[in-house]
């Protein structure tokens, strides 16, 4: 099947660390994405990972993969008041006649408060 | 570098009114595109791609229509409106490689009263 899920709301004080979570289904996807949405714009990649890595690391992200238990996760450290926005998993559900067909998680909504 | 436009940025149009929504991208050739429409502020409905000049497929049925007249040139159509239409329309590229991560551009908020 195809269903990403995630949590829909977390709120975190500025300066500590935030971990998104994020689930997924199908365990033949390549590649594993994560991008952010701030109020009435577009998304913004953020980060992504290919299926045969368990971490990458790019500055203050972190992203984890388990690959048996189909668990994403992503990690802001020192979370930030810019860092507040929803954000999305994606996985890469392979060719799309040439193209990349991804399906998006429900989004996590992420609060930063002072 | 690799730019993608999208207009307008937002459009109030009437019920039964026709719809162009507009996306080029900038900076690279022969580029997958990708129309998505977002619901309710979250999910990401995958409504048209475009591998090639005049190559449009469709993933839902609906009132909507896609147009590639060139290259880097996305068009989403309607001819007449419908109030489920409203929503949040996000363009997209990818380069050839189906593993690259999509762009997307700024978005278009379309209310239809």
């Known amino acids: 099947g195809e269903d990403v899920e995630q949590s829909l709301f977390l709120s975190v004080r500025e300066g500590d660390s935030s971990v998104i979570n994020c689930t997924y289904t199908d365990s033949s996807s390549t590649y594993l994405y994560w991008y952010k949405q701030e109020p009435g714009a577009g998304l913004q990649l953020l980060t992504y990972?290919?299926?045969?890595?368990d971490m990458k690391q790019d500055q203050r992200l972190t992203v984890l993969l388990n690959k048996k238990d189909k668990h994403l996760s992503l990690r802001i450290a020192d979370t930030q008041t810019g860092d507040s926005a929803i954000y999305f998993c994606?996985?890469?559900?392979?060719?799309?006649?040439?193209?990349?067909?991804?399906?998006f998680g429900t989004g996590t909504q992420l609060k930063v408060e002072l | 570098s690799q730019t993608i436009h999208q207009w307008p940025a937002t459009l109030v149009q009437p019920v039964g009114s026709p719809l162009s929504l507009e996306c080029t991208v900038e900076g690279t050739s022969n580029p997958n595109l990708y129309w998505y429409r977002q619901a309710a502020g979250r999910g990401l409905q995958l409504l048209f791609y475009s591998v090639g000049i005049g190559q449009i497929s469709s993933e839902v049925p609906q009132n909507l229509s896609a147009s590639r007249p060139q290259d880097r040139q996305f068009i989403l159509s309607s001819k007449k409106l419908l109030l489920s239409d409203s929503g949040f329309y996000l363009c997209?590229?990818?380069?050839?490689?189906?593993?690259?991560?999509?762009?997307f551009g700024n978005g278009t908020r379309l209310t239809v009263t």
């Open positions: 997209a590229w990818s380069p050839g490689d189906y593993n690259s991560p999509l762009h």
């Open positions: 990972i290919f299926s045969n890595m």
């Open positions: 994606a996985e890469s559900m392979g060719p799309l006649g040439g193209g990349n067909k991804l399906t």
